[in-house]
Every structure is written in C-alpha cells, then in structure tokens.
C-alpha cells in the first residue's frame, strides 16, 4: 500500500501497476495487452490524422484521417506563410499605384525593365501587362490616367451627408497623368507626317537591324514592314515619344486612343527592347 499524501512508485515495466480505475465499476487490468479506459485520450498525428485508444478488451482500432485519401507518409503542405509557400501576385490595380508612386513590386526577388536598346532609355517595365502584334514584332500596353500624388481613401463616411462634395478634400495643385509617361519620364514630340515617318523608319530599321543577329533579326526583318504599315494606317491618331535623354536615334512610343476609350494605348517595338534584371 501507498502510504498517505505519497504518490504511487510505478515499475518502468508496469507503468499502469497502480493506477486507480476512473470509474467505480472499473478494475484494474488483468489480461496482458489490456489496459484502462483512455478513450478520452486524443493524440494527434502532425496535424493530419487523429488516434484513440480503445476500451478494455476491444482491438485497437486504426487510425482515422481527416481529409479523404489523405497518406500519412505524404509530408504535409507547406506552410502559407512558408517561403516554399507560392506566393499571389497583386491585382493590376496596385501594381500600377505602385510603379506610379516610384515603388516596386517583387516577383520572386526580381523585377524586368526594358531599355531602349539604341539609347539606353528605360521605357517600360514588367509591372505593365502587354499583348504580341504583328507577330511579335509590336508590343501593346495599356496606359492609365492617373492624379499625381493623390490618394483617395475611403472610410465610410457620408459626404452629403456632411456638407461636403464630391471634390472635397482633393488638392486643386494635383495633376492628371498618363502613368507609363510619368514613371519612365517620356517625352513628347512633334507628330510627323507621312514623308517623315517612313525617313524615320528607315533610319530606325537600319540601327536597330546592326542590333540584332540570328534569329531576332530573321523576325524583325521577315515582320517589320507589316508592323510600318500598322502603325502607317494609325498615323493621324499617334501621339510620339521618346526616352529621357531624347536621344536623336533612340527608339519612338507611340500612343493612340482606341475607338471609345478613355485610357491611351501604347506601341513598342518589341525588337527594340533589351530586357535587364534589377
């Protein structure tokens, strides 16, 4: 016997020697094998499956797994916050308040931007989505006006409801900008006419070309007359621009409006592109 206030010495061997039964028509256990009710007794297995221990005299059941089909021997998911975990992409909305505002979204560590290969002008960046023409030979690129340095933030509140207007608390100093033009400081030029846009793209066509080899130049030259002829049909709707340094044989932007659209659009030559890590 277990004297008072002392707690019960247990073998190594025969942990369960002096347990006391839970419940009072409960006994200890006398077959070998068998032990004490510990169904109330949960262990859970890495986060994946949940075990019991049976009553007195039943077989062990098998483990049950949440889940269906779920193996056990699988490792487990990484974690959301994991940095194996895959990460979102943010929507096209805030990439383009971020690249306004001077900041930058990370991919992966890594962000593209498109230099203008006869000038070294930086034209465009990965944070703008843009769509093949003229088999690959054109890029385009959605533009959006935006108000420069102002951030609307919505709280609730009621401006009718509070005397004020849909103008109100908007600086009369902000100014309305086309964000691809504001972020890689574009600047425009005059508009040509016909006879000095095809003088243009020869001299474009012949620099660039002593820029390319191999393929690339293959595809340049089998598709650029087709992408003139494009953008020879646009002419009267073109807006031109050209890079920071306003290099005379830089490459040109050009800009138009689509039928109904509030927003420009914006044409590159794709060719005309080199692409740099940063």
Known sequence: RTPPGRAPQRHPSRPYQNIRPRYPDQTACSEPNTFLDFSHVQIKHLGRSTETYPQIGRPKKEPT???????????????????????????????????????????????????????????????????????????????????????????????????????????????????????????????????????????????????LEGDDLDVFKKNVESATKYLLSKLKDLQFFVGESMHDDGGVVFAYYKEGAADPTFLYFAHGLKEVKC
Do not use: C
Not at 105 to 128: A, C, H, N, P, W
């Open 65 to 211: 797994y949440s889940g269906a089909a779920i193996n056990p021997r699988r490792p487990s998911p990484p974690h959301p916050l994991s940095p194996s975990a895959a990460t979102p992409l943010p929507p096209p909305e805030l990439v383009r308040v971020f690249s306004f505002f001077g900041g930058e979204i990370s991919r992966g560590g890594t962000m593209l931007v498109y230099q203008d290969k006869l000038s070294g002008d930086e034209l465009l960046s990965d944070s703008f989505p843009y769509r093949e023409l003229e088999n690959g030979v054109l890029w385009e690129v959605d533009g959006h006006w935006v108000v420069q340095g102002a951030v609307d933030v919505d709280i609730g509140a009621n401006p009718s409801a509070e005397g004020g207007g849909d103008d109100e608390g908007v600086d009369d100093q902000a100014v309305k900008v086309v964000d691809i033009v504001d972020t890689f400081r574009l600047q425009e030029q005059p508009a040509f006419d016909k006879k000095q846009f095809i003088s243009h793209m020869k001299r474009y066509i012949k620099n660039l070309s002593a820029k």
